[in-house]
């Protein structure tokens, strides 16, 4: 059996490292990563495959009778790769071009939550200056302003003084650069309450959620700092009760599926929402992801127990109602490693120490994984290569524990065993999910 998983971070290296494990399960199989990172090229059941463009990935799978492909993150779903896999008789779990708008426009996104009565903030949708500056003076601050389409993480401001938000404005509508991430922008009432995540899989009608989880987002200690694509995360996360997750399941997740099933659309892959507990209970969802989250799938799948290939196949031929995932009763944490200058101009180049003794120092391979982000393969080192940073987010060190104090102990224990100059580590990931259990 030959699998494809499409991406390059961590996200990537955890679902292809799953894929493997579980074929164990039944035939070994290959499953190639393109283009995949040094930790993925280091694996010994994954293989790099150095292509990105859709036409040459379809070509391959073709070749090589891939039975099915995953695709990690927004980029590629933003440009058809599930369209085109399908139009050429591939399968592939990811959503259409048209159902990743979820994620892909805000606006989008925004109005098919008014019309299928999914809880969201107030807001409006400009693409002039002027009238975004007169709504930013009529309501006031705190305000959030949204880049609408694809910004990495950067399109998303909360003004707390109206300078601020009329800076967002000019910068987002007002500057050149600024209307590659989409001339269009959403001003949006502020929220204020705890943030979650909620991931589930869809095969376009059915769901199933996975373990909760919850990421960081702010790079430093205490949720300070600028945000960032997530710092580290835990899984499950305790501010997810099981009455929470039923009303998350209702007013959430199942009328964003049946609203796309309705609308023409059928939502098939993972769905992502980036969700607002109220202080009086209430959600409000912030934002939709088509994909898994990074570093949040990284927990998630340490402790899948259930084959994920099965899962997988059950999402691709609509039988998601006639499985359930089992997971490991421990807590995962992860630690994201970032570069030097993360996130604006991260650094890139420096060589990565301690990542080749791991094993050897901890054997327990079972209960932690180290998983590559940017990294890339570089010629000096002694056996004449050596791992050099190579993107913002560097590796994320992820732990099991039976409880959220071991599981940060130790994947900090790990975390510690790697160098690599200006490494920029929170110290302090999953004292929220600590505090709560106090
Ligand atoms: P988004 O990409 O829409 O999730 O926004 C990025 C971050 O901005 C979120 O993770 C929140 O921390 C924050 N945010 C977004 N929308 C709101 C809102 N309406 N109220 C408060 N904070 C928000
Ligand atoms: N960790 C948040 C995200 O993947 O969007």
């Known amino acids: 059996m030959k699998l494809l998983v499409i991406g390059s971070g961590a996200r990537e290296h955890a679902l292809a490292w799953k894929l493997a494990e579980s ?15 040094a930790g993925t090229e280091l694996e010994k059941d994954l293989k790099n495959l150095p292509i990105t463009a859709i036409p040459d990935l379809i070509e391959f799978a073709r070749k090589e009778s891939i039975a099915f492909t995953v695709v990690g993150p927004e980029a590629p779903l933003a440009e058809g790769i599930v369209d085109a896999f399908r139009s050429a008789g591939l399968k592939i779990f990811g959503p259409t071009q048209k159902a990743a708008q979820l994620e892909t426009s805000k606006d989008f996104a925004k109005a098919f939550m008014g019309r299928h009565g999914i809880p ?34 950067k399109g998303v401001v909360v ?36 943030e979650i995540s909620f991931i589930v899989m869809s095969d376009g009608r ?25 710092m580290g995360a835990y899984s499950p ?30 939502y098939i892959g993972f769905l992502y929402a980036g969700l607002m507990i109220t202080p009086g209970g209430g959600i409000k969802v912030l934002e939709f992801n088509c994909r898994m989250g990074d570093p949040e799938a990284e927990v998630i799948l340490l402790r899948l127990k259930s084959n994920f290939i099965t899962l997988i196949e059950h999402a691709l031929t609509g039988n998601l109602d006639k499985i359930e995932a089992e997971w490991d009763r421990r807590t995962a944490l992860a630690v994201v490693l970032a570069a030097s200058g993360y996130p604006d101009s991260p650094r890139k180049g420096d060589a990565i120490q301690g990542l080749a003794t791991l094993p050897a120092m901890l054997p327990e391979e079972k209960d932690y994984h ?9 010629g000096g080192g002694e056996n004449g290569e050596e791992i050099v940073t190579a993107g913002g987010r560097v590796l994320c060190v992820a732990a099991l524990g039976d409880n959220v104090r071991m599981a940060q102990r130790r ?5 510690g065993q ?21």
Request: proline letters at 6%.
């Open 370 to 378: 180290v998983f590559h982000a940017g990294t890339a393969t570089a």
């Open 411 to 415: 994947a900090y224990q790990i975390a």
């Open 23 to 37: 074929s164990h399960k039944r035939f070994p199989a290959t499953v190639f990563v393109a283009p995949g990172n």
């Open 120 to 153: 969201t903030a107030d807001y409006a949708t400009f693409n002039s200056a002027a009238k975004a500056h007169r709504y930013v003076d009529k309501k006031g601050v705190p305000i959030v302003i949204k880049a609408d389409g694809l910004a990495a993480g």
């Open 418 to 438: 790697i160098h690599f100059e200006g490494c920029q580590m929170r110290p302090d990931i999953g004292y929220r999910a600590i505090n709560h259990r106090k």
């Open 159 to 194: 003004a707390v003084t109206l300078e601020e938000a009329h800076a967002a404005v000019d910068r987002m509508l007002g500057e050149k650069r600024a209307r590659k991430a989409g001339p269009k922008i959403v001003i949006e009432e502020f929220v204020e309450g705890e």
């Open 237 to 266: 996360a305790p501010s997810i009760t099981p009455t929470l997750h039923g009303k998350i399941m209702r007013e959430v997740i199942q009328p964003a599926i049946n609203g796309m099933e309705k609308e023409g659309e059928r």
């Open 206 to 230: 059915h769901t199933l959620p996975l373990a909760t989880s919850q990421d960081h987002k702010r790079l430093e200690e205490g949720d300070q700092g600028p945000n960032t694509g997530g």
